[in-house]
């Protein structure tokens, strides 16, 4: 059964800041993996996807990085701002049969001025 | 629509009644997705629908739950005989349905409150 573990499980960082978000998955066997952001009593925003063929995608000040043999990916927040703050949480598609996503339980970003 | 789209927003219901919540998808997309997030938590997955067929029901808590999608565009989550512990948010998303490959798009879910 696929898990998948972000730590930390918050993080508070001065604005200008770069940082970045771990999450780690337990089967290496994925179709894809997926960043997304969640703002307090909002649904999920996707931010980037990177394909089980690729290592890193690119948007803006975010850069994510999937590493599938360590079972790892990383979301980079480059001159953080306050707008940055909300939960971000990683989650995958495993290969064999179904489309589910399989979320982490997100790390909850706070960017002071 | 330009996302996709559920209602109610919100929903406070007494334990024992039946609830459906409605969820609209991103037109033209065949696949839709229903999750429920609790409060501090993950989303996890409840069905998959690829068109009006139920490709994955796995995560189905119980036989209260139950979801339709009839013309494969919209969808309805069913629940039955409401219970506290089904308090929850729930979440639908949709995507173009290329399997593995795509992007699911979220909507702003359905806030589920049962007394």
Redesign the interface.
Known sequence: KQE?TQIPAALSVPEGENLVLNCSFTDSAI??L?W?RQDPG?????LL?I??SQREQTSGRLNASLDKSSGRSTLYIAASQPGDSATY?C?L?T?G??????????TKLTVNP | GAGVSQTPSNKVTEKGKYVELRCDPISGHTALYWYRQSLGQGPEFLIYFQGTGAADDSGLPNDRFFAVRPEGSVSTLKIQRTERGDSAVYLCASSLGVQGSETQYFGPGTRLLVL
Do not use: D
């Open positions: 998948v179709y894809n997926q997304f909002k649904g999920l925003t996707s996807l394909q089980s949480l989650a598609i290969q049969g179904s489309e589910k996503l399989v979320f982490g339980k997100g």
